[in-house]
């Protein structure tokens, strides 16, 4: 039979025709192979009842088709009906043994049950009869590190003295070197390690790993962070590398992971036994002596390759939430003050205090495991840095001046404000003991809080470069921490279609071309060093599509798919030096070389002068190709979408044009000369963008000019709503938003000041090529190919065909999450309007049952591409030269 590509926990299987002769069960009758034919298309196209039904007529005629049972077992899979399909899969390898399909079900029904004997057993049959088989390369890989016997080791033994290869020291870290301490600045790389459709915990193979580090080295990085345990193929790649280059090494500056504790008790001893374990099982990583057993989340395996003489320190932690920190300072009984044999603090807080126990923690272990140490720091951010804001207002503050306004203000507990807690690793004190030193970690943006943006301070600073509200921050910050150095640990500018914030030098968050993010990272890194900091790490190697941003996480549902799609709108999912995006389905580098492929698919409408409209879909967009038979483009040519049913939406176009469609649209894209935009009908529109004026008050202060202004920028007094519950309905009004977002809410500072909301039109697609553009023309032969991100289409997961606006929504418990459908096609429709201001319109009759229907498969593994971007070689000239003032100190 025709191996069916199963994919990742196999929803769906692509290739080649079902061969049913090769298939069925001796004594079936052919007939019974059109139902197990037209069973595997319907499952192919994500419809899985219809193909259970026609699996199950097979089956009846002929009980023991192969196929047909395979497909149950499939369906059932798919369905989450684990036992079920269990059965199914068993029950064909009874009778077939060496059915591979059959195997890989099996194994992907013991992956999701976390039987993992049956995943070894499974696909090591599988590999054996189908060598080349991926479902097998790919799973037998998944299995965790560190089962069986720990490996042998030689015997530790202590040095005489205390070994440490790295201290921090003044405003720098240093290294011991064959010429003495040497001064080193830190400039690298994070490292997240989730590829396309992969958790953070599900890490790449070693020849990933290799080929990455040596990348980074050869960008001109001396240092790479992780900020959690990674499997023993990682630091066996460090070592290998480090190895090979003595002269040149790339130092680790590792992290461990910290979730919140329950009721934001640090000291909770369950949550911390745990957190100090992790601390503990880092460091006897990096010394090559740990073995891990499988844990769910977690690396794991035995650890052989010491890379502690590469190591340049720990950071310990997350970016903490304020709302903990607050709430741990206020339970009873904690004290702000630590006194250890290694970090002393006091005058702070009670989290300050246990920071440095934490820190203490992983010197202690270190030292008494293994008489070794190094420079030790914990995480911190702008939001709860020690810093005063006046600009940033807290909640309670600005409620406070709210209601002295007449307002109505209801404030979230867990929303405190940017600036309502300090952590101050300044009050940190190392002693004689801790001769690597401490020193302070920071992950500083240009674009977040806001107070980065509004503090006039920051708006008059003038670094050696120019203009740069992130210079007065940096300068600011390393003032107040004179004494110890300073790394900025996470800095960078991302690439993404959507913009989350604004800044006044335009080094946004998101919005940006590739040449810009470049540009912009390079002048970063270069303030850093001035600026007298220890160094930079730039965020981050690749993009990761797990992650996700506050601007767009509402219409990524389920969030837990989020890992399978690229969402161009997320700027979270776009820092990556290495592009991770979806493989290019069609050959061709510009619209002239793809024009061919593109002819090659069926168009979804032809007319007898050669118009065609055509569409396809991968992992980011949904792409149209619009053809003119004259030659040359129209005038104004409308596109609608009905994404939910034909019933539902605006029947019809902005602004009433032409005749009643066909069908209710719920988005429409309008192209124009020079412009091509996304409409959303009124009715559909998941967002409310309220401009209110509270009393008698006079318009809000502007923020800062905004450079690089997005299309559609808009400023005032606005406030956002999400409508819940969202009921899509009929109507014919014509009446569309544009989709304008908030990037900054109005805000108050603490000496009343009121600060304008911000946002722009997301739903205006940039020209261009990708992928910094999202359309492109050529008016010779008349052709124009949009590129439209699935959540301007109120499509939620393009990988399970789920959108917006499930019209049985009635979010009976206060739910503040919008609801969602599964559909099996979308409607899409057209109308042109020459130059003569005829409309012509698709379908001609003006019927439902003529509107052409797309589709397109599910998928459950990513089809993806790495690509180098510009920032690479910006990065590597730009390091070469840099001359940080830190390492030029006697």
């Known amino acids: 039979m025709n191996r069916l590509r199963s994919l990742v926990l196999a929803t769906l299987l692509v290739g080649g025709a079902f061969t049913p002769a090769a298939t069925q069960a001796a004594g079936c009758p052919v007939a019974v192979n059109p139902r197990v034919n037209a069973g595997w298309s319907r499952y192919r196209s994500g419809d899985l009842p ?267 932690g997350r970016e903490w939430e304020e709302h903990s920190v607050l709430e741990y300072n206020a339970l009873p009984g904690k004290r702000p003050v630590w006194s250890g044999r290694y970090l002393r603090v006091s005058g702070g807080n009670a989290m300050d205090a246990w920071m440095a126990k934490a820190c203490e923690e992983a010197v202690a272990y270190e030292m008494r495991t293994y008489r070794a140490q190094r420079p030790v720091a914990y995480t911190n951010w702008p939001t709860t840095d020690p810093l005063h804001h006046p600009t940033e207002a807290t909640l309670i503050e600005e409620a406070a001046i709210r209601r002295a306004l007449g307002e109505r203000v209801e404030i979230r507990p867990a929303l405190l404000g940017d600036d309502a807690v300090s952590l101050d690793p300044s009050l940190v004190r190392s002693t004689a003991e801790l001769p690597a030193g401490y020193f302070a970690s920071y992950h500083v943006y240009p674009y977040y809080p806001d107070f980065m943006v509004l503090d006039p301070e920051y708006g008059r600073a003038q670094s050696p470069f120019g203009p740069s509200n992130y210079w007065g921050y940096l300068r600011q910050l390393k003032q107040h921490h004179r004494r110890i150095p300073v790394l900025i640990s996470e800095y960078g500018i991302p690439t993404s279609l959507g913009i989350a914030h604004m800044h006044p030098q335009g080094w946004h968050h998101g919005g940006l071309t590739e040449t810009e993010m470049a540009a912009v990272n390079a002048r970063m890194t270069r303030e850093i060093a001035e600026a007298g900091m220890a160094g930079g790490i730039l965020f981050e190697w690749i993009d990761e599509w797990f992650k996700k941003t506050w601007i767009t996480q509402e219409f990524a549902v389920p969030l837990e798919r989020n890992r399978l799609w690229y969402n161009r709108m997320d700027a979270e999912q776009h820092y990556g030096v290495i592009a991770m995006e979806a493989s290019p389905r069609l050959a061709g580098a510009t619209l002239v070389e793809r024009l061919t492929p593109w002819r090659r698919l069926a168009p979804l409408y032809a007319t007898a002068d050669g118009s065609r409209i055509r569409a396809r879909a991968d992992e980011q967009y949904l792409h149209l190709l619009v053809e003119a038979g004259s030659g040359r483009l129209p005038e104004e040519i409308l596109l609608g979408f009905d994404m939910l049913r034909p019933d539902a939406g605006d029947f019809r176009w902005p602004d009433a044009v032409g005749d009643r469609l066909p069908v209710g649209i719920e988005y429409a894209l309008r192209i124009s000369p020079g412009e091509v935009r996304m409409l959303v009908d009124r009715a559909s529109n998941p967002v409310r963008l309220d401009a209110s004026s509270v009393g008698v008050r006079d318009a809000p202060t502007d923020r800062p000019a905004i450079a690089r202004q997005p299309p559609g920028f808009f400023r005032g007094r606005y406030r956002r709503e999400l409508r819940l519950p969202l009921v899509t309905q009929a109507n014919d009004d014509g009446r569309y938003d544009s989709l304008r977002v908030l990037t900054s809410r109005s805000r108050f500072g603490r000496d009343s000041t009121e600060y304008a909301a911000m946002g722009y039109d997301w739903g205006v697609l940039r020209e261009g090529p990708a992928p910094d553009g999202s359309w492109e023309r050529l008016d010779r032969p008349g052709v124009i190919e949009v590129r439209i991100p699935w959540t301007l289409l109120g499509v939620t997961d393009p990988s399970s065909r789920r959108v917006l606006q499930d019209p049985s929504a009635r979010d009976p418990e206060g739910s503040r999450e919008l609801g969602t459908v599964g559909v099996p096609s979308i409607g899409i429709i057209a109308a042109m309007r020459d130059r003569g201001g005829a409309w012509r319109a698709w379908p001609a009759a003006g019927r439902a049952t003529d509107v052409a229907r797309f589709t397109w498969p599910t998928w459950e593994q990513p089809e993806w591409r790495a690509r180098t971007r510009p920032v690479y070689d910006v990065m590597r000239q730009t390091w070469s030269t840099l001359d940080p003032p830190v390492t030029r100190q006697d």
């Open 50 to 316: 219809t193909a259970r039904r026609e699996f199950e007529a097979a089956t009846w005629r002929c009980p023991g088709h192969v196929g047909a049972r395979t497909g149950l077992g499939y369906v059932a899979l798919q369905s989450g009906e684990l036992p079920a399909a269990r059965r199914w899969f068993n029950d064909v390898l009874q009778a077939n043994p060496n059915e591979v399909d059959a195997l890989v079900g099996l194994g992907l029904v013991a992956w999701r049950e976390g039987d993992l004997p049956t995943v070894r057993s499974a696909f090591t049959r599988v590999r054996r009869l189908d060598p080349g088989n991926a479902d097998a390369r790919e799973y037998l890989a998944r299995i965790p590190e560190g089962v069986g016997p720990a490996p042998k080791r030689p015997p530790l033994v202590l040095p005489d003295t205390v070994v440490y290869p790295a201290r921090a020291v003044g405003d720098r870290f240093e290294i011991r070197t064959a010429r003495g301490w040497q001064p080193f600045y830190s400039q690298g790389v994070n490292i997240g390690a989730a590829l396309p459709g992969r958790y953070a915990s599900e890490f790449p193979d070693s020849t990933t790993y290799a080929r990455w580090l040596a990348q980074i080295g050869a960008m001109g990085a001396n240092t790479v962070r992780v900020y959690t345990m990674h499997p023993p193929r990682f630091y066996q790649a460090l070592r290998t590398y480090n190895l090979a280059h003595p002269d040149r090494p790339l130092w680790l500056i590792h992290g461990v992971w910290a979730e919140l504790p329950p009721g934001s008790d640090y000291e909770d001893p369950e949550w911390e036994r745990a957190f100090f374990g992790d601390i503990h099982a880092v460091v006897d990583i990096l010394h090559g002596r740990a073995d891990l057993p499988p844990r769910a989340g977690h690396a794991s395996g035995h650890y052989t390759a010491d890379v502690s003489p590469w190591t340049l320190g720990f950071i310990l």
